[in-house]
Structures are given as structure tokens and as C-alpha cells.
């Protein structure tokens, strides 16, 4: 796993550390969860950790969907006449 992107996640789920906790009833698998006991692991917040990246993968997929039209006619421009301030590159 990427670390910058579990860091990501992290700070996304820490912006409201006041949100109040709700109590949910997870399906997990056993073996995992034997594994995570075991070594003393806070299965409520690598729950969360793990919530919280598949929030910021989904919101990445969805602003990237939603965008797809926009970056093909920015990438196709770019195709037919170069990059805008390409003449005042200096590398």
C-alpha cells in the first residue's frame, strides 16, 4: 500500500477528530481478525483507516469520471498546438 496515499486517507478522516463515534457491526474475515488480535491492533481505527482510503480511491474515480471530457479536450489541444507557454520554456 501506498504510503502517501494512507496519509492522505489519514488527514481525511482526521478532519472532524471531534465526529462523534457510532457503533456498526462489520463482516470480517476471521483470519485477519485472529491475526490483528493477536498483534494487539486497534481493529475500530485500522477499520476506519482502511474506510477512509477507499473514500478518497472512490472521490478520486468519481472527480476522474466526471472530468474525462475536459482532460480529453485539454490533452487534445495540447495535440494539435503545443503546450500554451511552450516558447518560454527554458529546458
Not at 494512507?6 to 485472529?34: C, E, F, I, M, Y
Request: charged letters at 25%; aromatic letters at 4%; hydrophobic letters at 40%.
Amino acid at each position: 500500500m501506498d504510503d502517501s496515499r494512507l496519509a492522505r486517507a489519514d488527514q481525511t478522516a482526521a478532519r472532524d477528530p471531534d465526529a462523534p463515534k457510532r457503533a456498526t457491526n462489520v463482516s470480517l474475515n476471521g483470519a485477519l481478525l485472529d491475526q490483528a488480535r493477536a498483534l494487539g491492533i486497534n481493529v475500530s481505527r485500522a477499520c476506519e483507516r482502511g474506510l477512509a482510503l477507499q473514500i478518497a480511491e472512490t472521490r478520486a474515480e468519481q472527480w476522474l469520471a466526471e472530468n474525462q471530457p475536459a482532460i480529453e479536450s485539454s490533452n487534445a489541444y495540447v495535440d494539435r498546438h503545443g503546450l500554451p507557454l511552450a516558447r518560454l520554456r527554458q529546458f
